[in-house]
């Protein structure tokens, strides 16, 4: 409030709408959370062949780069990341369903900003 004098001038306030609307912004990607959550645990076969098919697209491209010259220790180290997908397949689908709905929503937080 300004004051002058006697007299007391009130100033509009602009400050709770913008409040609320944070508040709503809020609710909204609370909302997109937990769809997301929702949607992972439904499409829980999905999420599972997304996992192996990276999987083995990106052991292949790293045994190749790091073992460019060398093709017994290839095909050794290969046939080793076979046995490791299953082990590798349950601890990744763990850390997609707590970490992706995250990610994800804070990916499109950042997109709908400006």
Not at 71 to 81: E, N, T, Y
Not at 96 to 105: A, F, I
Request: contains cysteine; hydrophobic residues 40%; positive net charge.
């Amino acid at each position: 409030m300004l004051t002058s004098r006697k007299k007391t001038i009130a100033v509009p306030k602009r400050l709770p709408k913008l409040e609320e609307e944070a508040r709503i912004e809020q609710e909204r990607l609370r909302d997109v959370l937990v769809l997301l959550e929702h949607m992972v645990e439904r499409e829980e076969t999905t999420v599972k062949l997304i996992i192996d098919r990276l999987y083995d697209v990106g052991a292949v491209n790293l045994i190749n780069k790091k073992f460019p010259s060398q093709p017994r220790k290839r095909r050794v180290i290969k046939s080793l990341a076979r046995m490791l997908k299953p082990a590798v397949k349950v601890y990744v689908l763990r850390w997609v369903k707590r970490n992706c709905p995250r990610l994800v929503t804070n990916w499109l937080q950042r997109k709908v900003r400006f």
